[in-house]
């Protein structure tokens, strides 16, 4: 729909200024594609499921998820000792942030079932805990939301934060491609979307 749209609109211009719309549409595709190919691009997080059968994974167990996943949860029923098993991390405390942090690397939260060093687990403020537990314990940056200079409402960060530092978690509604085309008709009109596409899954709605 806004291809569409985008593309009436140079039609038009081009009509009015005696150019050659072919060449401006497709000038406007070629500005798009690379804008798109230099998006930030998310990548999925699916949930994994646990399998739930004896002895080590390997593709010849029944029923084993993992064998597709290639990678063993905590949750995991399998051989205690299976080749799969996510270890998890030996940081020391604090020092989750970096990708020396096999958890980090995955992009997995530390878990005191799995690591042993970086105190997960600790909640006392007044020690050293670790970097990478924020969402677990519902720890997000102080915020504000006000006035932008730029349009409508913003979120401003109150504190300072580190680069991969973990700040809020921002949570978004999962809709159809033809959904995300007739709301993004609509979010046009009053010059404020929040529509963005996951490549693996599709649109998501931050609305």
């Known amino acids: 729909m806004k291809r569409k749209l985008r593309h009436e609109k140079l039609r038009r ?11 401006l549409i497709a000038a406007d595709d070629k500005k798009e594609l690379k804008k798109n190919a230099e998006a930030v691009r998310l990548e999925a997080v699916t949930p994994l499921t646990a399998c739930r059968h004896d002895g080590p994974c390997n593709p010849l167990a029944a029923n084993c998820a993992c064998s597709e996943n290639g990678v063993c949860s905590y ?9 799969q098993r996510f270890p998890g991390c030996n940081c020391a405390a604090g020092q ?9 690397r995955a992009r997995w939260e530390c878990n005191p079932m799995t690591c042993s060093s970086c105190r997960c687990d600790k ?5 050293t ?3 990478n537990y924020a969402m677990t314990r519902m720890i997000q940056k102080r915020m504000l ?17 580190e680069k991969d530092e973990f700040i809020t978690e921002y949570v978004g509604e999962r809709i159809s491609d033809d959904e995300a085309e007739r709301r ?3 979010y046009d009109r009053y010059h404020c979307s929040y529509i963005f596409s996951k490549w693996t899954i599709g649109p998501l709605d931050f609305y």
């Open 13 to 23: 211009q081009a009509r009015d200024k005696g150019l050659d719309s072919a060449e």
């Open 75 to 83: 949750m995991c029923k399998c051989d205690i000792n299976c080749a």
């Open 96 to 104: 989750c942030q970096t990708k020396a942090c096999q958890c980090f």
């Open 123 to 127: 909640i006392d403020s007044q020690t």
């Open 129 to 131: 805990g670790c970097a």
């Open 145 to 161: 939301c006000a006035p932008s200079r730029i349009a409508g409402n913003g979120l401003f960060l109150l504190e300072g934060a």
């Open 184 to 186: 993004g008709a609509i």
